[in-house]
DNA sequence: CCTTGACCTCAAGTTCACTTGAACTTGAAG
DNA sequence: CTTCAAGTTCAAGTGAACTTGAGGTCAAGG
């Protein structure tokens, strides 16, 4: 007599790859849901499932919770997502990565560029020159944008 | 009478862009050396400001601290640093920067897949499912690989 | 001599994304 | 009825890379 229709904390946790702890840290911070049986305990619906299939792109992607927490909230709550919700917020991201991936290359290209100039010691070279070293160099770190400034795990 | 031959910790400050806390920070962790003047200040030699750099460049590229602290061990530290020292280590970091680009590319790439597929909800998506999230799917993030996994920053 | 500002040490705080632990309750099986 | 895994809450811990604060010292100018 298993309700199909509700989900356990383990069962959630088992099937999202999270851990039952992550997921009581997301519902205190407000990215999922849960209701509460008789006894206390939560009460997933399926589509939390969806939900956190969704945090972990978007984290894989390299946003912040507070940031998936503002995609969460843009996205339609009672209805299922459709193909368009879902392509632009795949836009999003793609312009994200596309960020990420530039201004690594813009620092291995500036790191190449060091080894080809033989800037050995460093000292005027823009990769890793941010104020002055050199004493004389005004430059800064022209090969260090910020787009590379988020942190990024991928569990 | 100033000594040319020192540096207080308000200049290798402003000169490396680091602040002074970092720099006592960095000293605490074995990164760096400083002598005592008399009164108990700290002063540098002027070839901290090229270590200061190549520990700039190092956590740019992605490196912990920890790791940096390897690579410092592997410099020479009597001699000034040859051609060859800096070939070896930027080849290294160019290493590195190829694996996060690649690791990225990959990502959007099976985000892109995604979008083509249309896979809507992500329930069968192979980009945000690590475990099961249909409970049919047993395949895993496969766009997922591990490069990404340290943080990044880049003041 | 006094003030000011740069410097010192050591401990504790910060942010992010969670995890761990302590202490307790629930619910199903035996 | 007992037992025990699975669940609950709330507070505190983790790690990386520093920063901030408290409380005190040193050196130079006036």
Redesign the interface.
Known sequence: MDRHDVLSVSEVA????YAASALRFYEDQGLIEAGRSAGGRRSYERSV??R???I??AS??GLTLAEIREELAQLPSNR????AD??RI??H??GR??E??A???R??DG??S??GC?C????R?A?????????TVAAG?AY???E????????
């Open positions: 088992r099937r999202s790859g499932l969806r956190l299939a969704f972990r792109a894989n992607v299922t997502p459709t193909k879902w392509q795949s836009r991201w793609r990565l596309d990420r991936i201004a690594l290359e620092l291995r790191l190449d060091c080894i033989g050995l010691s460093l000292q070279c990769f890793s020159n941010p104020a002055d070293i050199a004493g770190a260090l944008p910020g590379l400034r988020r942190p990024h795990r991928v569990r």
